[in-house]
């Protein structure tokens, strides 16, 4: 998930093992947020879901908890249908 700074909206990774909340920002550098009715959360339910991905998403974070039975693959698939969901939503959010 650590990855995922490299798009720019990556405030902060954090977590324990494979739970993990990453929080969304519209500048990450200066903490500011997305402006109200442009929410980064938002788009991302609706990417997340069409990517087969089921997260706990808010308007300025998400949430990854796979089960601890997951396979390293498996982990690797969730991992980067997080990523096309997570850049799906920054293209529609613009």
């Not at 929080?23 to 550098?29: A, G, I, R, Y």
């Not at 200066?30 to 998403?57: E, Q, S, Y």
Request: net charge negative; aromatic share 4%; hydrophobic share 40%.
């Amino acid at each position: 998930m650590e990855k995922l700074k490299d798009y720019g909206v990556v405030r902060e990774v954090r977590g324990l093992g494979t739970l993990l909340g990453v929080e969304l920002e519209e500048d990450p550098v200066k903490h500011k947020p997305f402006p109200a009715g442009r929410m980064l959360g938002d788009a991302l339910k609706k990417t997340a879901r069409a990517n087969g991905v089921i997260l706990r998403i808010s308007p300025d974070w998400f949430a990854v908890s796979p089960p601890l039975i997951s396979t390293d693959a498996e982990i690797e698939e969730l991992c980067n249908r997080v990523e096309k969901s997570l850049a799906d939503a920054i293209e529609i959010n613009k």
